[in-house]
């Protein structure tokens, strides 16, 4: 195949068109959410989304002016010289208050989202293939099948890796969050996984094409692999739900008893029973102002459990 494969794929996302505005506005605020955001210069608010392609930039601007008339942006582009590579930046600067709303870029207090919009997080194939697309055509990368299985999205910071890992789990799929200085990436290094991504992507051919260059000793490993990650699943699923129905008790017990809890362990046992499926780690990535550990989290709950281990029936 001619071309890298990061190149094939972008260049077939480009070419897609969004069937509702509902697609639309899922992948222009993605867009605008996972690689640039809202940013102040000169004192003037502005969103930006950056590219590494002139067409993709080109998209997302004919996706606002279709999606939105009234709302200007315009393409600038950026060449780092120490490495002798462009960009293109889609640029927002007028009304950005209405616009912000109205391109669901900060939540009903105003405050910018860090993570995914809440009312994009859903299991239709529509709004993940939304979600995906706008995260590759900004900063994703695809390896060469014949090389490695490996897919990789450069996200702004961690709440953003959580959600679009969430995101993934939610339909069975497995991504795994990369922290390095300066750099965060969700990536995929599952060849089954990435077919996946490229069927929700509605790009059979290229699927085709990409099966055939898998090596065969990693096909002869894949029932493994599907093995393993089954009972991965199994466990963290298995894991999740007794918790969750440890901490319902407990919480009813001392609801009954009427014993006073702290707000932090009130707001721990509240945030397990709000999200039933999710680990820990996940749980504790969806805690804010500040963020607490995965360990803080745990002894909150232990302290629940324990405070009700302690009340007298």
Same mark, same amino acid.
């Given at each position: 195949?001619?071309?890298?494969?990061? &190149?094939?794929?972008?260049?077939?996302?480009?070419?897609?068109?969004? /069937? @509702?505005? !509902? *697609?639309?506005? /899922?992948?222009?605020?993605?867009?605008?959410?996972?690689? &640039?955001?809202?940013? !102040?210069?000169?004192?003037?608010?502005?969103?930006?989304?950056?590219?590494?392609? #002139? +067409?993709?930039?080109?998209?997302?601007?004919?996706?606002?002016?279709?999606?939105? *008339?009234?709302? /200007?942006?315009?393409?600038?582009?950026?060449?780092? $010289?120490? /490495?002798?590579? #462009?960009?293109?930046?889609?640029?927002?600067?007028?009304?950005?208050?209405?616009?912000?709303?109205?391109l669901e870029l900060i939540d009903l207090k105003g405050k910018p989202y860090v993570g995914l919009p809440p009312q994009?997080?859903?299991? @239709?194939?529509?709004?993940?293939?939304?979600?995906?697309?706008?995260?590759?055509?900004?900063?994703?990368?695809?390896?060469?099948?014949?090389?490695?299985?490996?897919?990789?999205?450069?996200?702004?910071?961690?709440?953003?890796?959580?959600?679009?890992?969430?995101?993934?789990?939610?339909?069975?799929?497995? &991504?795994?969050?990369?922290?390095?200085?300066?750099?965060?990436?969700?990536?995929?290094?599952?060849?089954?996984?990435?077919?996946?991504?490229?069927?929700?992507?509605?790009?059979?051919?290229?699927?085709?094409?990409?099966?055939?260059?898998?090596?065969?000793?990693?096909?002869?490993?894949?029932?493994?692999?599907?093995?393993?990650?089954?009972?991965?699943? *199994?466990?963290?699923? #298995?894991?999740?739900? #007794?918790?969750?129905?440890?901490?319902?008790?407990?919480?009813?017990?001392?609801?009954?008893? &009427?014993?006073?809890?702290?707000?932090?362990?009130?707001?721990?046992?509240?945030?397990?029973?709000? $999200?039933?499926?999710?680990?820990?780690?996940?749980?504790?990535? +969806?805690?804010?102002?500040?963020?607490?550990? +995965?360990?803080?989290?745990?002894?909150?709950?232990?302290?629940?459990y324990q405070i009700s281990q302690n009340i007298e029936i």
């Amino acid at each position: 195949m001619a071309g890298s494969w990061s &190149g094939r794929l972008r260049k077939e996302l480009i070419n897609h068109k969004p /069937i @509702d505005s !509902e *697609e639309e506005l /899922i992948e222009i605020s993605v867009s605008l959410l996972v690689s &640039g955001g809202l940013q !102040e210069v000169e004192n003037t608010p502005i969103a930006i989304a950056k590219f590494p392609s #002139k +067409k993709a930039a080109k998209r997302l601007v004919k996706m606002i002016n279709h999606y939105d *008339e009234e709302i /200007i942006s315009e393409i600038s582009e950026n060449k780092n $010289n120490l /490495i002798n590579k #462009k960009s293109f930046i889609v640029v927002i600067a007028n009304n950005m208050k209405a616009v912000s709303r109205r391109l669901e870029l900060i939540d009903l207090k105003g405050k910018p989202y860090v993570g995914l919009p809440p009312q994009f997080v859903s299991t @239709d194939k529509t709004h993940i293939a939304s979600i995906l697309r706008a995260c590759f055509l900004t900063n994703g990368k695809l390896e060469n099948p014949g090389v490695s299985a490996n897919m990789s999205f450069t996200v702004p910071n961690f709440m953003f890796a959580l959600a679009l890992v969430g995101e993934l789990r939610r339909v069975g799929l497995e &991504g795994k969050i990369v922290e390095k200085p300066n750099l965060i990436k969700v990536v995929i290094k599952n060849y089954d996984t990435i077919v996946s991504i490229l069927k929700y992507l509605a790009l059979e051919d290229l699927v085709t094409e990409y099966e055939s260059l898998i090596p065969e000793e990693k096909q002869q490993s894949k029932i493994k692999l599907e093995a393993l990650s089954r009972a991965n699943s *199994e466990r963290s699923r #298995k894991a999740a739900a #007794k918790s969750v129905a440890r901490t319902k008790d407990a919480l009813e017990k001392i609801n009954k008893a &009427g014993v006073e809890l702290t707000e932090a362990v009130r707001t721990a046992a509240e945030l397990r029973l709000a $999200n039933p499926e999710d680990t820990l780690v996940e749980l504790a990535g +969806k805690t804010h102002a500040p963020r607490i550990s +995965k360990d803080t989290l745990s002894s909150r709950l232990k302290k629940l459990y324990q405070i009700s281990q302690n009340i007298e029936i």
